[in-house]
């Protein structure tokens, strides 16, 4: 199983911009998907986007503001988060192993295998 360290979450105001990073160890995982969850108090918690080899996916929400990206040479994911909103308040959890043939499938928490134990982002309006 690999190991997940997420970094760069913090309290940023409405319209400003984060960059979470998410560094794995225990091996290399760089033919398997990634992901973004985002847990908000008292909700369940939500695919935000995933990426597997050149390809992406994201929640309808966060298009066109977030993009996830990976370094295989560092063993490391990103998200790129702009624009942000009060509501994208929430923990975010960086998933590995999504071993779905098909990158829509790396949008549901249960293909993953591995996670992270997350990082908090508060928007402030």
């Known amino acids: 199983q690999v190991q997940l360290v997420e970094s760069g979450g913090g309290l940023v105001q409405a319209g400003g911009s984060l960059r979470l990073s998410c560094a794995a160890s225990g091996r290399t995982f760089s033919s398997y998907g990634m992901g973004w969850f985002r847990q908000a108090p008292g909700k369940e918690r939500e695919f935000v986007a995933a990426i597997r080899g050149g390809s992406t996916v994201y929640k309808d929400s966060v298009k066109g503001r977030f993009t996830i990206s990976r370094d295989n040479a560092k063993n490391t994911v990103y998200l790129q988060m702009n624009s942000l909103k009060p509501e994208d308040t929430a923990d975010y959890y960086c998933?590995?192993?999504?071993?779905?043939?098909?990158?829509?499938?790396?949008?549901?928490?249960?293909?993953?295998?591995?996670w992270g134990q997350g990082t908090q982002v508060t928007v402030s309006s």
């Open positions: 998933a590995a192993d999504c071993l779905r043939p098909l990158i829509t499938l790396c949008r549901s928490a249960p293909n993953f295998g591995s």
